[in-house]
């Protein structure tokens, strides 16, 4: 299982809510609007790489449009901060962090 | 050295331009709208927080405004990856990260 951070700047309405839903449904959390984290194992990540790429090669998608996957290790997850809002999920997304990097 | 990660969510316009003008200044460069990547000393790495943290504290910061700071281990800039638009200053971020951290 590996943990990564996705961010996203994609122009198209659809195509950012067409991303959204694969990494929400790859198990991922919102962590700000176009900032995700999850913790997936390498065939869930391997597919939802898929999507992203496809969603790439969709013509609405613009130069400009970009995608970071971002994996992180341990000593990230255990030194990150947030300053003002922590994500809703933060207790579920830290606990399954942690235990399953543990 | 410690490189970072830093992402906001923002919803007023002073404010995230003062966030954003903050890491700049830094040495942080742009990777997203509102995701930037930088390799920061500890006293400019302090510095730049205690101004996020300032921004936070200003009246016009709500409960919904967010800033996430995520110190990148050489694993997660090596295995990163990027879809679409690579950042303007790719090849001199790259380099600063790889560089300054071997």
């Not at 299982?1 to 991922?28: C, E, P, V, W």
């Not at 939802?48 to 013509?59: G, R, Y």
């Given at each position: 299982?590996?943990?990564?951070?996705?961010?996203?700047?994609?122009?198209?309405?659809?195509?950012?809510?067409?991303?959204?839903?694969?990494?929400?449904?790859?198990?991922?959390y919102r962590i700000q609007h176009s900032v995700f984290m999850g913790t997936f194992s390498k065939s869930i990540l391997l597919k939802?790489?898929?999507?992203?790429?496809?969603?790439?090669?969709?013509?609405r998608w613009t130069p400009d449009d970009s995608l970071l996957l971002l994996p992180l290790h341990e000593y990230s997850k255990r030194e990150l901060s947030i300053i003002g809002k922590v994500p809703e999920d933060w207790g579920l997304i830290n606990r399954e962090i942690h235990t399953l990097v543990l």
């Open positions: 299982m590996q943990t990564h951070l996705i961010s996203y700047d994609i122009s198209d309405n659809n195509l950012r809510l067409k991303a959204a839903k694969f990494i929400l449904r790859a198990g991922g939802l790489e898929e999507e992203l790429l496809l969603i790439s090669n969709l013509p």
